[in-house]
Each structure stands twice: as C-alpha cells, then as structure tokens.
C-alpha cells in the first residue's frame, strides 16, 4: 500500500467529518446560522437585550449546537443520536463494552488517531486565522456600522462568533460525534448518509 493511500486510510475519521458536511450542509448551516445569530444578538450587534432575552438566546444557540451533534452522532437520524447519548448513560453494560472498544481502538489506531487531531488542528487553525483576518484585516465591521447594519456599540466579538458558529463550532461538534463513532468501531464504511 503506497503512503498516500496508507494517509487517507488514517484520515478516515476526519474526510467522514468533510464529506457528511459537504453531504448535509444545508442543515449544519442552518442550524449555524441559528446560534450565529443568536449569539451575535447577544453580543449587541443589533442593539442591547434585555437579561432574559439573553438568557433565551442563550438556550436556541445552545440548542442548536446539540442538534448539530446529535444529528451527526446519529448519522442524520436525531432520534438515533439523542439514543446513543441516553443508552451511554444508562446502559451500564452498553457503556463498559462501548469503554473496552475505545480502549482497543486507541491502543490499536493511536497513530491514526494522532493524524488527525493533527488534520483537525490545521483545518480549525485555518478557519480561526480567515475569522480573524476578515473580523481584524477587512473593512467588514467599519461597513457593517457605517451602512448601520449592525449597532455602534457592538464589538468585532458579534463578527467573530457570527462566523466561528457557521463554520468552526460545526466542524469542531460533527468531528467530536464521528470521534465517538470511530472509537466504537460504527463509523461507517461507506461514506454515503442518508
């Protein structure tokens, strides 16, 4: 097997992340869009907010994150994510098997479980610096107050966690629910979802 071919062996993980995005990405960033929002009203970018309504924003852009994760914990199926939560839980039996699999898996894979967190850390570094080159380097927030779009009062923080919540954040959660797949030996093989 050539090196090449031996890498994306390894990466399995990591392309099941980029290509279930690429498959749902209507949802995921729907669901992103949500908690940007959210989060960016919280921060003042359309003006002050009262206490509870910061407190209810807080609960939809929580909400959303855990869509986010349990969509792809249960392969696009939310009820099948949400019962792998509750069955890790609860299910004593379940958990230990579920624990001597990641065990042997991380013994067995550790070098690919290495590669990437490696392949994670470049793809999440890349998306943080284009963030904070377009929150710091561009003229977007300037504009964005001078056309009065968003609040004078607002800091660049309401650009910044608008775009970590479309891109990183989702990336970051999809990526930690494959990992608890591919620990327990249901990442799937094919990468076609439903």
């Known amino acids: ?52 309504s910061n407190t ?24 099948t994510g949400v019962l792998r939560l509750v069955q890790l839980v609860t299910n004593r039996q379940s958990r ?34 284009l963030i904070n080159h377009i929150a710091y380097e561009t003229c977007l927030y300037i504009t964005l107050q001078a056309r009065q779009i968003i609040s004078n009062k607002s800091s660049e923080w309401a650009i910044i966690l608008f775009f970590k919540n479309i891109s990183v954040i989702p990336f970051t959660l999809i990526f930690n629910a494959l990992f608890f797949l591919w620990l327990v030996n249901r990442l799937p093989k094919s990468v076609v979802y439903k």
Do not use: C
């Open 1 to 52: 097997m050539t090196t090449s071919l031996k890498l994306l062996k390894s990466l399995d993980w990591t392309i099941h992340t980029i290509r279930f995005i690429k498959n749902h990405f209507l949802i995921i960033f729907g669901l992103g869009l949500i908690a940007a929002f959210g989060r960016a009203i919280q921060l003042r970018a359309f003006g002050p907010i009262s206490p509870l």
């Open 56 to 79: 209810l924003l807080e609960v939809v852009v929580e909400s959303a994150r855990v869509l986010i994760f349990v969509y792809a914990l249960g392969l696009t199926n939310v009820k």
């Open 96 to 129: 230990k098997q579920n624990w001597r699999l990641a065990v042997q898996k991380m013994k067995d894979k550790w070098p690919s479980l290495l590669i990437n967190l490696v392949a994670f850390s470049i793809i999440a570094l890349l998306f943080n610096k």
